[in-house]
């Protein structure tokens, strides 16, 4: 079940933690190559010793602060599962569930004996169908389970125009390889993508039986349908347009504009009880979805789904179907290593039972004394920004106050939940398959979900995140910003660094997550979470103008040879960088203002800032997979959020005396004032 969720984060993903102790300053020196001077490359002077002492290995992407921080994680987190997995459990316990589900994932011996028995009923049930409707109905059963065969996504989310209620969401969805730029694109990376995953897809149907003719004919016929599918749907960019991508209408005019789709059936088997209501964001790739459930053979619409059920279970079968997994993955984004099993029998745990295991995180790792610290700082960055928008000068009085109010209204979640999620009626049986308590465990989430949200009120307290998460969002239509607990660690927040450090670090995230409020979508949104232009014309002229200052510079970012920054599609996140680090920078001098800080091993606070910052953005990374995030993510890659962003904060150049000459540097009006 996908939930139909705007919000905004700090970084994509996180794919160990910093051990070395350092100087008082809170920066260290070794991290740092002054060969080079700041103005011409800041990203290397800041952080070039670390880049040179912490080469990338071959299980990993990129590595740097996420990754370090992900990889304390995984071991903490299995820690807390061993006490449980390695011991009898009550049966039906929270405990039980915990480490039987990681009993389960390791014990690679029995599902390498079971090969693909697990889903042979699975794909019997396919073979089985008979006709177009009886296809649609058993397609969302399959979906019910976590199958995803369906063509496109449905799930619940707030109302964006009436956010105190949720509405149900269909969107553009069934794609392989989730992006349309795969199937249409030019770029020569991204053809061999497509070519590796049409490998992939036939030595999927190979692995489960068939000869060498019919896994050809299947793997043509699922491309065949998702290249239709990637034509009609929207790109990137303009999924990024909060206003093209919502089209409510009432229940029976679903049915009357899409009568391509048995809704009343797809929705009867997917657990849905009647709603009145329906936000079809993307309407273009549905309706190609009802050329194709009408005009492909019902043998290649069969082959869809199968393809759907065998690529899904590839990190639950045997070790067979996951080699062919990570190979996709290899050619996708330059991993040369898998993840060890533990690793991902963690990663299941704790993305099954996220809360549970957040729970049992927090009571060991996350003291109460950081949370008051971080709910300090979160308080000292709101009246920092409310402090820049009224020296807004290009703003008016009244958008002012309306921004301010916002502001005012912010929902502030920092740690972990107040209310914890009972997993109580969500089971695992030793005896099945891990296929099928996965199945059985995505049918309890999807039904669950589907009680607590439909036709029901949005829930403000729940998160959008695991406490365990390093990362950080802004959800637009409940206006709230969340920092989970385990984020709040060096280098991101270190309780015994100074303001100078924990302000270019930590402060820099919080005013990330805090502009994703005022962003090029989140200006969108009232106080209370509702999509209402608040904006008098002339102000919201003036914004769109700034903004788009920072699109057009981050469009001719170089960060591979050859390989730019889209800056419509990043536009969000480098504003949120933008504004983050001018409203953190703001907060210091407030601060410095009672808590002077001096020199420190060299550098001044204001110095110590921006190293902060950069240093949170080393990251050693390949270029397949610089690519492979220039394709899917909103976020531009790391080098570019120093190197891009910091050009145009004017504090940067005071704090290191960037002049005209300097690569780096901008002219004063040519720079992005936003907030």
């Known amino acids: 079940m996908k939930k139909k969720m705007l919000f905004m984060s700090l970084a994509l993903c996180a794919s160990s933690a910093f051990a070395q102790t350092a100087p008082s300053s809170g920066i260290d020196p070794k991290n740092l190559d002054t060969s080079i001077r700041p103005g011409n490359d800041f990203y290397h002077y800041a952080a070039g010793g ?26 903490r987190i299995q820690d807390i599962i061993l006490q449980y997995a390695s011991a009898q459990q009550t049966q039906g316990s929270l405990g039980q569930k ?74 553009q969805g069934g794609l392989g390889l989730d992006t349309r730029d795969y199937y249409l694109s030019d770029d020569a990376q991204n053809k061999r993508i497509l070519e590796a995953y049409k490998a992939y897809l036939k030595k999927l149907f190979l692995m489960t039986g068939n000869d060498e003719a019919a896994a050809e004919k299947k793997m043509q016929a699922v ?70 459930l009408a005009e492909a053979s019902l043998d290649d619409l069969k082959s869809y789904a199968e393809a759907k059920v065998i690529g899904g279970a590839t990190s639950v079968l045997g070790d067979e179907f996951r080699k062919v997994s990570f190979e996709l993955s290899s050619v996708m984004t330059g991993v040369k290593e898998d993840r060890p099993r533990w690793k991902r029998a963690v990663g299941l745990v704790s993305g099954t039972l996220g809360e549970a295991i957040g729970k049992l995180y927090v009571e060991k790792y996350f003291p109460e004394s950081s949370k008051k610290r971080m709910l300090e700082l ?13 020296g807004l000068a290009w703003m008016s009085s009244t958008t002012k106050a309306q921004a301010k109010d916002k502001l005012s209204n912010f929902i502030i979640k920092i740690g972990y939940p107040d209310k914890w999620k009972d997993y109580s009626g969500l089971q695992v049986v030793d005896s099945l398959s891990l296929y099928e308590n996965m199945s059985r465990i995505s049918r309890w989430m999807t039904d669950d979900y589907i009680a607590r949200t439909v036709n029901k009120r949005v829930d403000k307290a729940e998160w959008g ?21 385990a984020i709040l660690q060096p280098p991101f927040f270190d309780p015994n660094a100074d303001d ?23 200006a969108q949104f009232d106080k209370s979470g509702n999509q209402r232009n608040w904006w008098t014309a002339e102000d919201k002229k003036n914004f769109d ?26 536009l969000g996140e480098n504003i949120g960088d933008n504004g983050g680090l001018n409203i953190a920078y703001t907060a210091l001098q407030n601060s410095l203002k009672h808590t002077p800080l001096g020199v420190k091993d060299g550098f ?62 901008i002219p004063k009006k040519q720079r992005a004032h936003i907030w």
């Open 604 to 665: 001044t606070p204001e110095q110590r800032f921006f190293l902060a910052w950069a240093r949170v953005w080393a990251s050693n990374a390949t270029d397949e997979y610089v690519k492979y995030l220039l394709t899917v993510d909103v976020h531009s890659p790391n080098m570019a959020r120093v190197n891009a962003a910091l050009p145009h904060i004017d504090a940067w150049y005071t704090a290191f005396n960037v002049k005209k000459g300097d690569k780096l540097f």
């Open 50 to 75: 670390w880049l040179k002492s912490h080469p990338l290995d071959s299980e990993h992407t990129s590595n740097g602060a996420f990754t370090d921080l992900f990889e304390l994680n995984q071991k």
């Open 98 to 171: 915990i480490g039987s589900l990681y009993n389960l994932m390791m014990d690679s011996a029995r599902m390498n004996r079971e090969g693909y028995a697990p889903i042979k009923p699975t794909l019997a049930k396919i073979g089985a169908i008979k006709n177009r409707k009886e296809y649609q109905l058993v397609m969302a059963q399959l979906d019910r389970n976590g199958e995803g065969t369906m063509m496109f996504g449905v799930g619940v989310g707030a109302d964006q125009k009436n956010a105190e209620w949720n509405i149900v969401g269909v969107s």
């Open 500 to 522: 100078a450090v924990n302000y270019g670090a930590i402060g820099g995230v919080i005013g990330h997550e805090m502009s994703h409020g005022f962003d090029d979508q989140g």
């Open 465 to 485: 995140m695991t406490p365990q998460t390093i990362n950080a969002y802004y959800n637009p239509t409940t206006n709230e910003i969340c920092f989970p607990a």
């Open 378 to 390: 979160v308080h000292n960055l709101q009246t920092a920004l409310g402090q820049r928008i009224d």
């Open 545 to 570: 103008q700034r903004t788009s200052v920072l699109a057009n510079f981050f469009s001719q970012f170089e960060v591979l040879p050859g390989a730019k920054v889209n800056g419509k599609m990043t």
């Open 223 to 292: 491309i065949n349908i998702e290249t239709r599918i990637a034509k009609a749907s929207y790109d990137r960019v303009k999924l990024r347009d909060i206003e093209a991508n919502y089209h409510k209408m009432t229940y029976a005019q679903l049915i009357n504009d899409f009568p391509g789709i048995d809704w009343g059936n797809v929705f009867l088997a997917s657990g849905f009880p009647a709603f009145d209501y329906v936000d079809v964001g993307q309407p273009e790739p549905i309706h190609e979805v009802e050329k194709i």
